[in-house]
């Protein structure tokens, strides 16, 4: 019943008319008719957009752990690598990153014959395995100084009793110092998540066929500006919502 006197309030229903007059001045004043020729490709470009980054988060925040974790504690042999490189991730734009890894590499495989031949060379000719790359190292980059302040924000005293009782070193790792180290960061990756979702459009000045690149194509084949932007962001707005409903989910968890 609270719930429901808040959303009654007088500036909240004038905000819920104000966005349905536009959805309902949007259906009717633009054009939608191009959606059933693109809608196979849209959807395509859709799960290409959300595969990449669920995989380079994932494996982003795989890298993330053993870079926070060196900053934090680790041998300076270690630990200046490691901040070395998450300076040098953060210092520079993702999209020169980008262009690096795929005009770098991408241009240097071809003149190794043995690379040509093995059978990874028909995905090292693709340029989506040097966007996850990408955008898997730079998450890395931002989230290992992130996971640097979380484990060494973890109260020792915990981990010095764990040390007392004889808990191995990985099992006190496992248990105690990565769980709160996570849950003290939850926040932050949630929205460092939805960073990297709107960096995903990046990807397609490398041919990547993704959400916005389809977008990109509608405009140029119908001359339609503004529906394929607005429908875009929609679509960004719906996936960064999902995150951020997730996320406090396990912030509550």
Not at 90 to 104: A, S
Not at 172 to 185: D, G, Y
Not at 189 to 204: D, F, H, R, Y
Request: charged share 15%; net charge positive; aromatic share 14%.
């Amino acid at each position: 019943m609270t719930g429901l006197k808040e959303l009654m309030q007088p500036h909240r229903i004038v905000m819920m008319l104000v966005f349905a007059g536009i959805v309902v001045w949007c259906a009717f004043a633009l054009r939608w008719d191009w959606i059933p020729k693109y809608a196979p490709l849209a959807l395509e470009g859709l799960w290409t957009t959300i595969w990449i980054l669920v995989v380079s988060t994932f494996l982003g925040f795989l890298l993330a752990v053993p870079l926070g974790l060196a900053q934090a504690v680790g041998p300076w042999y270690l630990s200046i690598p490691a901040r070395t490189f998450c300076t040098i991730i953060r210092g520079t734009p993702l999209l020169l990153q980008i262009w690096l890894l795929y005009y770098g590499l991408g241009s240097l495989f071809p003149q190794f014959p043995w690379i040509r031949s093995s059978e990874l060379w028909p995905y090292l000719r693709q340029a989506w395995p040097y966007a996850v790359l990408a955008l898997t190292l730079s998450y890395a980059g931002y989230e290992g100084e992130v996971m640097r302040g979380a484990f060494s924000g973890v109260a020792k005293g915990q981990l010095e009793a764990a040390k007392s009782f004889g808990m191995p070193r990985f099992t006190m790792f496992r248990r105690i110092w990565l769980p709160q180290a996570i849950r003290n960061v939850l926040p932050t990756l949630g929205g460092e998540t939805i960073l990297q979702l709107k960096a995903t459009p990046l990807v397609a000045t490398i041919t990547v066929m993704e959400i916005y690149a389809v977008s990109s194509r509608v405009r140029s084949d119908t001359f339609i500006v503004y529906e394929p932007l607005l429908l875009l962001a929609l679509v960004y707005m719906a996936i960064a919502g999902v995150i951020a409903f997730a996320f406090r989910r396990f912030e509550k968890g």
